[in-house]
Every structure is written in structure tokens, then in C-alpha cells.
């Protein structure tokens, strides 16, 4: 069922629908990055992190007709942790970037829908990006057949001569950098933000202060997304108190409101992150784990679904109905695994 012929099914025989009235009184936490302008192509069949507005707009017109009750992040940990779930969706997203005032915000606003603005603290003069996204773009501006980069200690070549390699070296630097020690990883993302490119697209530029502080809360909250966007297992207790709660404190002041929420760079934690977002007085967290949640979810480990531009994707995994493919998915391929180690006997 994990293929687009499979999703359309799902919708086609009424699977979705099924799903929906059975999660009724369950919690859907979307996760998105960008709603960019309808011509934005650049990540297409590479990284469909973001989304085009008008795929965004169809999105929360399918939440609505089907009857989805929008709340904020805030009144689903007060149902949580009060014992009363009733479920819902609450909308997120993730890295700050200024598209979703531009082209998100407003559609809230319409639709009646509600969410989570993530931001880095570090990150908000208004011509900022992501490190991960300006590794992307150093690889995409490099004129030759080959790039030669130093990934801690260690120099790394890439061919880039198709645009398979280009993926796969934009892919594989990010991964080298973010299993770094601590002191190796931040001097590398130093490193890489300071080799010069011509132009940064437009889509990759965070939002500023003045843009995020003009949000109102009852539609878009402002959350915590680290104060440089590092990956929390692994730093040690300093830098973890930094990234948490120093940042709520710095948002605090930049924003001049209550930032209650966090989100764990690239989904990743453990013990420690986990204590260190609790003690920084924040009252939820959320991973890239994917799943919807109930009444019983611990709220500093959130599961969320994922938003494409597949709408069959997205009617499956919000209704639900993805999950039981999966496990049918797994129980045939269990039973046919038995059959052939029985008939190997």
C-alpha cells in the first residue's frame, strides 16, 4: 500500500472515510516546512519539504469538508494533560521560513485553521536560511563537475556531473555533519556558512523579527526550534541548556510574548534533550516520528504526520487509514516470509 496507486485506493474505496470516524477522537499534528508560490520547482522530485500554496489551500479544504475540528497546540496539551482529549488538527511549521507568512498565514486565517511557527533564535534578521538549506545551495551553485569539502577533519569529494549525484552529495554532507562531535560539528556548519554563493532562493529566507512578531497567536503561535538548529543527542549540558532554554528566553524577548513549544531539530532526542526542553519551562515538544496521538501521548514526544503534494498521501496518513496499510503491509509480508522459510524446511 505504500504507493500512489495504493493511497488512491484507500480514498477510492472508502477506506479514508472509515478511518476518519474511527480517529475521530484522535489528535492529527501536521508537520510542514515551506508553502511556497506556485512556481517554485526546485526541490521537485527531490525533497518535497515544501509545498506549493495552492496544494497547501486544497490541503486545509479537505481538512474542513470532512468536519476536522482546528485547534492550537496550546488546547490540545490543556485536553491532554487535563484527562479530556477530543481530538483535532493542529497545523506546524518547522525552521522559520517567510513564505508561511506570506502564503500560509493568510489561508489560516480563511480556513479558520490553527498552528505552531517554529523559529530558530539565532536566525531572525530577516535574510537568514537554514545551514541545511545553504548546504544545498553551495552544492547547487558550484559550477564544476566536482565539489571538495572538509566535513571536521576529514575532506570529502563529490562528482556532481548528473543531478543524481548533486541529490546524493547534498544529502550525504548533511548526514556527515549532523553525527559530528559537538565542537567538530558546529566549526563545520561555521565552515560551510561561510563559503560565498551567488543567490540563496528566496524560499530558503527565514522570516524576521518584525514579520513573526506581527502574527497573531490565536492563528499562529510562535514556538522554539533551538537557538542554531543544531541536533540536541549528543551536545553536552551547556550547549543543551543554549539551544533550549536559552532560545525560549531570547524568542521571549524578541518576540515579546509566552513561547510555550518546542520542536527537536531533524526530529532527533533523547533523555537528555527531553529534560532539558521540560527544565526550560516549555509544556510540549514535537518529533518527526509519524503517527496521530491520543489522550495517552507524552507531550514532549509529539508524533505528527508528514505534508506532501500528494493529496491521496495526505488523505491517507490524516484519516489514518495509512496506518492500517502498514500493518496489513507487514502481516502479508510476516506470513509469506513464513511460508518461505517453511517451504525452505
Excluded at 485553521?113 to 545551514?131: C, S, T
Excluded at 504526520?305 to 502498514?326: I, L, Q, R
Amino acid at each position: 500500500m505504500a504507493t500512489g496507486l495504493g493511497y488512491r485506493l484507500l480514498e477510492k474505496l472508502g477506506i479514508n472515510a472509515l478511518a476518519r470516524v474511527v480517529n475521530r477522537g484522535r489528535y492529527v499534528v501536521i508537520m510542514y516546512h515551506g508553502v511556497c508560490d506556485d512556481d517554485f520547482d526546485l526541490l521537485v522530485g527531490y525533497d518535497e519539504r515544501h509545498i506549493r500554496v495552492s496544494v497547501f489551500r486544497q490541503q486545509l479544504e479537505h481538512l474542513k469538508r470532512c468536519g476536522y475540528r482546528f485547534l492550537s497546540l496550546n488546547d490540545m496539551v490543556s485536553e491532554i494533560t487535563n484527562g479530556t482529549p477530543r481530538g483535532g488538527v493542529v497545523l506546524t511549521f518547522d525552521d522559520g521560513f517567510r513564505n508561511i507568512v506570506k502564503n500560509a498565514y493568510p489561508l489560516l486565517s480563511t480556513y479558520g485553521a490553527k498552528g505552531v511557527f517554529y523559529l530558530i533564535a539565532d536566525r531572525l534578521n530577516g535574510d537568514e536560511v537554514v545551514w541545511t538549506d545553504y548546504v544545498e545551495t553551495i552544492v547547487r551553485s558550484n559550477t564544476s563537475k566536482s565539489l571538495e569539502l572538509m566535513i571536521g577533519s576529514v575532506k570529502y569529494q563529490y562528482d556532481l556531473s548528473s543531478r543524481h549525484n548533486v541529490e546524493q552529495a547534498m544529502r550525504d554532507i548533511k548526514r556527515r555533519v549532523r553525527v559530528l562531535p559537538q565542537k567538530e560539528m558546529v566549526e563545520t556548519i561555521n565552515r560551510l556558512m561561510s563559503i560565498p554563493v551567488d543567490i540563496v532562493p528566496i524560499e530558503f529566507k527565514l522570516t524576521s523579527v518584525e514579520e513573526a512578531s506581527a502574527l497573531d497567536p490565536e492563528v499562529l503561535d510562535i514556538g522554539c526550534h533551538t537557538r542554531s538548529h543544531l541536533n540536541l543527542p549528543g551536545l553536552d549540558a551547556e550547549r543543551l541548556r543554549a539551544e533550549t532554554e536559552h532560545a525560549r528566553v531570547e524568542l521571549e524577548k524578541s518576540m515579546g510574548r509566552c513561547i510555550r513549544h518546542f520542536c527537536y531539530p531533524a526530529g532527533a532526542y533523547d533523555d537528555a534533550a527531553v529534560e532539558a526542553v521540560r527544565d526550560a519551562g516549555f509544556v510540549s515538544a514535537v518529533t518527526t516520528e509519524v503517527n496521530l496521538c491520543d489522550g495517552s501521548v507524552d507531550v514532549f514526544k509529539i508524533p505528527r504526520v508528514y505534508a506532501n503534494e500528494d493529496m491521496y498521501w495526505f488523505k491517507a496518513v490524516t484519516s489514518g487509514s495509512y496506518f492500517w496499510a502498514s500493518r496489513v503491509k507487514q502481516f502479508v509480508r510476516g506470513l509469506l516470509r513464513a511460508d518461505a522459510n517453511g517451504g525452505n524446511a
